[in-house]
């Protein structure tokens, strides 16, 4: 998990460098991340990140399979959008609306 939380940084960095696919990729291993100190971690990063590469990261690990992983992702995309939404089909729904307009 150090590691992973590690690279879950350097990704986050990236990203801060304008480096899109780094996010992209952030966003696929975020979804598969099972270790939720490491999900709490890298969704923490983000949302100092915040923008909409930040955005799109988390709603990518929105796909997980772990509910108490999307809980801390629906947090993570509360914060950076002021929006209130608290299920995962609620912010497929708004964010399939905002993605080409929310910065």
Same mark, same amino acid.
């Given at each position: 998990?150090?590691? *992973?939380?590690?690279?879950?940084?350097?990704?986050?960095?990236? !990203?801060?460098?304008?480096?899109?696919?780094?996010?992209?990729?952030? !966003?696929?291993?975020?979804?598969?991340?099972?270790?939720?100190?490491?999900?709490?971690?890298?969704?923490?990063? =983000?949302?100092? =990140?915040?923008?909409?590469?930040?955005? *799109? $990261?988390?709603? *990518?690990? =929105?796909?997980? !399979?772990?509910?108490?992983? *999307?809980?801390?992702?629906?947090? !993570?995309?509360?914060?950076?959008?002021?929006?209130?939404?608290?299920?995962?089909?609620?912010?497929? $729904?708004?964010?399939?609306?905002?993605?080409?307009?929310?910065?």
């Amino acid at each position: 998990p150090e590691v *992973r939380r590690k690279v879950f940084a350097a990704l986050v960095w990236r !990203g801060q460098q304008q480096d899109v696919a780094a996010l992209s990729a952030l !966003g696929d291993v975020l979804s598969a991340e099972k270790d939720m100190p490491t999900v709490c971690a890298c969704v923490e990063e =983000l949302v100092a =990140l915040g923008g909409n590469a930040a955005i *799109r $990261a988390l709603m *990518r690990g =929105l796909m997980s !399979g772990a509910r108490s992983a *999307r809980e801390d992702i629906i947090e !993570g995309l509360k914060l950076i959008t002021n929006q209130q939404i608290t299920s995962k089909e609620g912010w497929e $729904a708004w964010w399939s609306q905002k993605k080409n307009t929310f910065y």
